[in-house]
T-cell receptor, first 114, second 114 residues
Framework: DQQVKQNSPSLSVQEGRISILNCDYTNSMFDYFLWYKKYPAEGPTFLISISSIKDKNEDGRFTVFLNKSAKHLSLHIVPSQPGDSAVYFCAAWEGTSGTYKYIFGTGTRLKVLA | DGGITQSPKYLFRKEGQNVTLSCEQNLNHDAMYWYRQDPGQGLRLIYYSQIVNDFQKGDIAEGYSVSREKKESFPLTVTSAQKNPTAFYLC?????????????FGSGTRLTVV
């Protein structure tokens, strides 16, 4: 059963507009979250993180929002640029029951149209 | 420069042959991970190692084997028992296996079995 879900496999946005990527999780014990960006045939690179004690974290054009009650996080990219076209993965830290690892979502492919 | 190196980038093998994928890191990280990426499936965890001389099965360990004899190295062997070995394989490392530090990924190895 998928504990971290990215329900939108793909998203297209015009250059300069806002991109919103969503991620849902099922385990309320998850307490740290990451977003990664991945280009084809390359490894993912870290983008931004958020701890469960916060509801927002901002880094330049990238902002992550966390809604713990809804078990939902989102990544906002403003303004979107063609170089942002990539696959984005969210990941949740599982640190209970002796298991320590990140669980990744299935990814959302973002295409920014020039 | 510190980083994580996967080699080779592309690998072709005949069906029925075992093949070993290399992963080396010079980041002095304790933990290392192997993921497999298939289209539409996201990143699925094969094996992970929180510390040298120790490793655990991930979600899809069947048909794979690993060793962690040195801190810097975490090779993955894809055995002939793996039913669908053709995939993109990613290695990652983290400073600690028990704290939510982000993972650093290698650039991946694309394995094609013919």
């Amino acid at each position: 059963d998928q504990q971290v879900k990215q329900n939108s496999p793909s998203l297209s946005v015009q250059e300069g507009r806002i991109s919103i990527l969503n991620c849902d999780y099922t385990n309320s014990m998850f307490d740290y979250f990451l977003w990664y960006k991945k280009y084809p045939a390359e490894g993912p690179t870290f983008l931004i993180s958020i701890s469960s004690i916060k509801d927002k974290n901002e880094d330049g054009r990238f902002t992550v929002f966390l809604n713990k009650s809804a078990k939902h996080l989102s990544l906002h990219i403003v303004p979107s640029q063609p170089g942002d076209s990539a696959v984005y993965f969210c990941a949740a830290w599982e640190g209970t029951s002796g298991t320590y690892k990140y669980i990744f979502g299935t990814g959302t492919r973002l295409k920014v149209l020039a | 420069d510190g980083g994580i190196t996967q080699s080779p980038k592309y690998l072709f093998r005949k069906e029925g042959q075992n093949v070993t994928l290399s992963c080396e890191q010079n980041l002095n990280h304790d933990a290392m991970y192997w993921y497999r990426q298939d289209p539409g499936q996201g990143l699925r965890l094969i094996y992970y190692s929180q510390i040298v001389n120790d490793f655990q099965k991930g979600d899809i360990a069947e048909g794979y084997s690993v060793s962690r004899e040195k801190k810097e190295s975490f090779p993955l062997t894809v055995t002939s028992a793996q039913k669908n070995p053709t995939a993109f394989y990613l290695c990652a490392s983290s400073p600690s296996g028990t704290h939510p530090y982000g993972y650093t990924f290698g650039s991946g190895t694309r394995l094609t079995v013919v």
